[in-house]
Each structure stands twice: as C-alpha cells, then as structure tokens.
Nanobody, 114 residues
Framework: VQLQASGGGLVQAGGSLRLSCAAS????????MGWYRQAPGKQRELVAS???????NYADSVKGRFTIARDNAKNTVYLQMNSLKPEDTAVYYC?????????WGQGTLVTVSS
C-alpha cells in the first residue's frame, strides 16, 4: 500500500487548508483511513480518522474546526481544516489501517502563522 499526501502549506491563523491522501496498491474494502500530526518536539497524535463504514473520530483539539471525508471509490481521504491556529502547525501524515497492518504516507507540512 502506498499513500500520497498533498495540500500542506503556509496559512495565516484563521485560514483554511485541505489535505488529500490517495492510497494505491492492495486496498481492502474494510479499513480505517485517517490523519495524524507531529509537531516539533512532540509525539505523533491522531487528528481524525474515518472507517470505510463512515464512523469518525476526532481529537478534541480539532473538533468543530476540522472535517474528515473519504471517497471509497478513489481510495482517497481528505482533511478540511478551518479556523487554523498556530498550534496546528505540524507535519501531517495520512494513515491506513487494514487487516492488522498500518501504512503511512510521507507527511505534508502545515504551517500556521500568527
């Protein structure tokens, strides 16, 4: 499984960005796709995830601001990030979990200036 993420960049506080991640290879119909992030000096943390059945999970810090979505036909997961804050600055990684295996994308940098 290969994951290709895109959409990061520099944005001012209060702005928006949309991340995309396309999965290729052997993708099962039942899986969980999501986004994690890692800020400098901090551990990687879950941002949001979504199962193929549509169940979502969000970090408390992003609830009401970020929205995860997926296109199962395209094996693509999206993260719409609104009302961005400087503390959202991090490298964002897309993730796929299926059949007891976990896969990671290369990471895309999101920088939010104050």
């Amino acid at each position: 499984v290969q994951l290709q993420a895109s959409g990061g960049g520099l944005v001012q506080a209060g702005g928006s960005l949309r991340l995309s991640c396309a999965a290729s290879g052997r993708i099962f119909s039942s899986n969980r796709m999501g986004w994690y992030r890692q800020a400098p000096g901090k551990q990687r943390e879950l941002v949001a995830s979504m199962t193929s059945g549509g169940t979502t999970n969000y970090a408390d810090s992003v609830k009401g601001r970020f929205t995860i979505a997926r296109d199962n036909a395209k094996n693509t997961v999206y993260l719409q990030m609104n009302s961005l804050k400087p503390e959202d600055t991090a490298v964002y990684y897309c993730n796929v979990y299926q059949s007891f295996a976990e896969y990671w994308g290369q990471g895309t940098l999101v920088t939010v200036s104050s």
